[in-house]
Nanobody, 126 residues
Framework: QLQLVESGGGLVQPGGSLRLSCAASGFTLDYYVIGWFRQAPGKEREGVSCIGSSDDSTYYLESVKDRFTISRDNAKNTVYLQMNSLKPEDTAVYHC???????????????????WGQGTQVTVSS
């Protein structure tokens, strides 16, 4: 079974930090583009951050740039999203997803991704 499992979500106060993990099983993520996406109630799903399969190039949503960092640990078959300086606007369900290698490498459009995790809730509130 090909599977991605997210963990690390929770409730945090504004300004706090969380680290999300995306663990792959049934395949190795080395050759895939991996993305973190989020969806808040009433809003469209958006790409938060994606990391390429060839040279580890990265993409960040402008609103999270300089606050979030995506990384991969191939030895652990896991991708992480470190989230710092969290804001209430970051509240959403976060999903990781995998897709085949893309010419742009860090392509972060949801439709490209065909394997999705179950999601983890991130709530930023005082």
């Amino acid at each position: 079974q090909l599977q991605l499992v997210e963990s690390g979500g929770g409730l945090v106060q504004p300004g706090g930090s969380l680290r999300l993990s995306c663990a792959a099983s049934g395949f190795t993520l080395d050759y895939y583009v991996i993305g973190w996406f989020r969806q808040a109630p009433g809003k469209e799903r958006e790409g938060v951050s994606c990391i390429g399969s060839s040279d580890d190039s990265t993409y960040y949503l402008e609103s999270v740039k300089d606050r979030f960092t995506i990384s991969r640990d191939n030895a652990k078959n896991t991708v992480y999203l470190q989230m710092n300086s969290l804001k209430p606007e970051d509240t959403a369900v976060y999903h990781c997803a995998a897709g085949p290698s893309h010419p742009t490498d860090n392509y972060c459009t949801p439709g490209w991704y065909d394997l999705w995790g179950q999601g983890t809730q991130v709530t930023v509130s005082s």
